[in-house]
């Protein structure tokens, strides 16, 4: 099976972003808005329960934090993907290490890690100029804060179920 | 926000009733096939806090059960939702007793609890005959374990994000 690791932003950013995911993200019926900490990567149904165990662990010694949005990013060429950037902090730096450290499944991340809520991908180069250009001009100053991470899994259709919910500094 | 809380069942099961959610279900895209314990409800973000220990303390409780379902069965004339029948057993009855418990938010089940997973819904009288009468052609006999819930809340477009999982008999 696939499994990925994400952070669910609060409802309010989750309605903001879906307001254009509804646009311009072909993935929009299959997952909510999330900022990705480990990228999908296969696992056997007999691994969870090494594999949750040690995000328990992670989860326990990381504490709640907040992370700020400041701009509308694309990942343009490598990829048509319209983004709103999280600005990197140490607190996300080491939780995404954590999550691709030593005895963790998964193998190593297939790119540097640029923490992001995704707005738009999968577009054609001329729409993706045309989104970005008019998105760029909007204001972004947005923080808020987060106390936990989620273990999903995909579906035969594409579309990802929740696993399990792991609290930042909780035992 | 809207809330309610659910049981995901195994991978194999959700599958199994998305393909046919997919034809017969427009909810399909909004939530992965679940048992409802708890239909939505109204609360307040700062309920959350209240509610998820409340919720521990349920979980902490009851121990992992395993359920069984065993035929494809209609809720018409009431409405047309057509579903695979989960067999009432003590474990899902006081689960969901004590999700509407003293000093639970959600107030009073507006039904009987009858647990199940929905296969389709929203259909035509004409459409809902024709479906149910072909499915209950299956032969259904599948019985699986779980250890978990999931509290939930309702986005603006209707989709389903998972807030926090609870395991059955943790601490």
């Known amino acids: 099976m696939k499994l990925g690791i994400v952070i669910f932003p609060s409802k309010k950013l989750q309605d903001f972003v879906n307001s254009y995911r509804k646009r311009y993200d072909p993935h929009y019926a299959l997952v909510p808005p999330h900022i990705t900490l480990k990228s999908a990567f296969d696992a056997d149904e007999s691994d969870l329960k090494t594999l949750t165990s040690k995000l328990e662990e992670i989860a326990k010694k990381h504490q709640p934090f907040s992370f700020h949005l400041s701009k509308v990013k694309t990942f343009h060429p490598l990829n048509n993907v319209i983004y709103l950037k999280v600005d990197p902090s140490e607190a996300l730096t080491t939780l995404n290490k954590d999550l691709y450290g030593e005895g963790m499944i998964g193998g190593e991340p297939e790119y540097a890690f640029v923490p992001h809520l995704t707005i738009g991908q999968k577009l054609s180069n001329l729409e993706h100029d045309d989104v ?37 500094g909780k035992g």
């Open 132 to 168: 970005y250009n008019s998105l760029q001009m909007l204001a972004i100053d947005h923080e808020e804060t987060t106390d936990r991470f989620h273990l999903l899994y995909q579906l035969e259709n594409g579309s990802w179920t929740v696993y399990e919910t792991f609290l930042l």
